[in-house]
């Protein structure tokens, strides 16, 4: 992904740090074993796109007050909190040890305190969205089981070559784009913006979300393991086929041929050297690409319908910056 900002205003420095601060307030508990735990990727670092883009939404109409900002703040706070406990439970599923560069909790911990901590992050995340008003809080809650919903679908086709694109694009829509789009959103409710631009906002968040999932699966793909600081291709390896997977697959012929029978079971180096080398060489990362611009042009779409902003001017250029990864 861009090292540079892809939500960039001129505050962008401010509004991080006070994001970052934010993070570390709303783990704080009176115990310092679980305020480790919670907060051991929190301080591991991240990017912290969603709440970054909270933050950018509710200035659509213009800049942000004093308490519209705090506020926009705490609704990123709460997606980021939901990010971060879905993760926790993630490493537990993919039994991971590493993450952000450091020990996962699971690792450090044990499972048992991985998944309380997890748990505890939601229940930080939705004790701030009720903050905000109970529409951000049944939205988060939505949100919430969207994210299940995704993992899920993702879950039932694991190590199934003929996992249907459909399955592909609804399981990233609900482990990915959701969260986005209730980060845009978010920023629209408590700016208070008209029901229209609101929308827009959620549109906007949901398209960028798909795009960000596929350049992150393509980069799995076309990536080497020194660029991703993991072994490249281990979605396949796990039994997750992306979409330029899937795209390979159906455009048939000796290449298709060739993947499938690799496909169905782990993978062991050699196998995963070959799969990779049949994707990147055989039009599937093209294809995934031509979907991913799609979604680009979904999101600045929904630009149109926003104030004219330095903030709408951030988002419209931010899903193209994701493609320049690639």
Known sequence: MPSTPLFALPSHATDLARIEAALGESVHTNDPYLDEIASHLIVAGGKRLRPILTVVAAQVAGPASADLFERS???GVA?????????YHDDVMDEADTRRGVDTVNAKWGNLQAILAGDFLLSRASEIAASLGTEVAALLARTIGRLCEGQIEELRHTYNAARPESSYLSSISGKTASLYSTAARIGGLVADLPRPAIDALTEYGEAFGMVFQIVDDLLDITATDEQLGKPAGHDMVEGVYTLPVLRTLQAGGVAAVELLQLLGKPLDLAERDKALSIVRSNGGVDAAMHIAREYVNRAQAACEVLPASAA?????AAPTNLLAAL
């Not at 997606?79 to 993760?87: H, K, R």
């Not at 709408?312 to 419209?316: E, G, H, R, S």
């Open 79 to 87: 997606c980021e909190l939901v990010q971060t406990g879905s993760l």
């Open 312 to 316: 709408t001017d951030a988002l419209y």
């Open 73 to 75: 703040v705490q609704g």
